[in-house]
């Protein structure tokens, strides 16, 4: 089965917010701006229901929000980054900083032909500082530009290969372009230059899942779960198995979210679809029964806790749920007509008593 992030991948270089943000290590080893662990996630996959509606949404997004322009380019390394040797990176004084700084600024007024021409004319006081096709790069990404900004991250690592944020946002890029096949090098080396870094994990995990390389990216999925404390990763990881057709282990990675989270009761709702779909019929009907005592006005416990009772043959029992989810919860008309139809096959099985 072919698994994909959602957008969500989606993580990136936000420059609003972001654009103040160059990403570089200073001379002393600082990290000024953002560090690449605490940018945002990619958004984590739906869960899976027991039985799911015929008129559900699509279950993932595309990954990329548009389609790739059709400007020609080269794009991504054949080999490995440094495979080449580059040319000496040089930073570039604090009027260049400046230029930058105004560059970010021009974008978040939305200039974005102005923010590109000032970072040419900085490129032409410093023609080997990675900072200035680096900020290039993070402009046209928020721009939703990826072609170009693959460009302008890859000067940015001809200048410095070891760049990190150079290395993920071309990364980042090739994958909003569908090429994870080129993103992948590119990832595998900041692996290396980050090896505990949890955002590296989670783009690598995006990039193996637009290959479809399913078992890298539950591998990956798993590494995260092992290095964040709390339920989000376990969560993560179960709906990643639960998309693979992994119904036992992702009910396993929902009860340790759940452990963690004993109050989300959408947790419970997770836990008890992926041990219905696992054949766990009775730890099913306790996960979705704790989830509506948790949470009685959500309509997605019930619904799923009338599933599985119908699953067990248990009409009556499908019924009182579906009842109550319309009584307590914001129903539809579809949940009112499966209760009739629920309904009609009790009295049929009655009339054939």
């Known amino acids: 089965m072919r698994s994909r992030a959602l957008p969500t991948l989606v993580v990136g270089v936000a420059l609003c917010g972001g654009c103040v943000d160059t990403g570089r290590p200073a001379s002393d080893g600082q990290w000024i701006g953002t560090p690449i662990a605490d940018r945002p996630a990619p958004e984590p996959v739906p869960p899976v229901e027991v039985e799911p509606a015929d008129d559900a949404p699509p279950a993932v997004a595309e990954e990329a929000a548009e389609a790739p322009r059709p400007t020609a380019m080269y794009l991504g390394p054949s080999g490995l980054p440094g495979a080449t040797p580059p040319a000496e990176a040089e930073a570039g004084g604090p009027e260049v900083r400046a230029l930058i700084d105004e560059a970010r600024a021009m974008a978040r007024r939305g200039d974005l032909d102005g923010a590109i021409a000032t970072l040419r004319r900085a490129a032409t006081r410093a023609p080997r500082d990675p900072a200035v096709p680096s900020a290039e790069g993070q402009i046209y990404q928020h721009a939703g530009r990826y072609t170009d900004a693959a460009v302008a991250f890859r000067r940015a690592r001809t200048r410095a290969p070891n760049d990190a944020d150079a290395l993920y946002g071309e990364a980042f890029a090739l994958l909003k372009l ?146 109550e989810m319309l009584k307590k919860a914001d129903g539809t008309a579809a949940d009112a007509a499966r209760l009739e139809r629920l309904r009609a096959a009790q009295a049929d099985e009655s009339g054939k008593e």
Request: net charge neutral; no cysteine.
């Open 178 to 323: 569908g090429r994870s096949g080129q993103a992948k090098p590119l990832v595998e080396a900041l692996a290396r230059l980050r090896p505990n870094d949890v955002q590296v994990e989670r783009i690598r995990a995006a990039v193996l899942a637009g290959g479809g390389d399913v078992d890298g990216m539950l591998a990956a999925r798993a590494r995260i779960a092992d290095k964040e404390e709390g339920a989000a990763a376990r969560r993560e990881l179960g709906d990643a198995l639960a998309r693979a057709g992994k119904h036992a282990e992702a009910a396993e990675a929902f009860r340790e979210a759940a452990a963690a989270d004993p109050d989300d009761a959408r947790l419970r709702v997770r836990l008890g679809t992926a041990l219905g779909l696992s054949g766990d019929l009775d730890g099913a009907e306790r996960a979705l029964e704790s989830s509506t005592r948790l949470a009685p006005s959500d309509a997605s416990g019930w619904r799923a806790l009338a599933r599985v009772r119908e699953k067990r043959g248990d009409l009556a029992g499908a019924e009182k749920a579906m009842a």
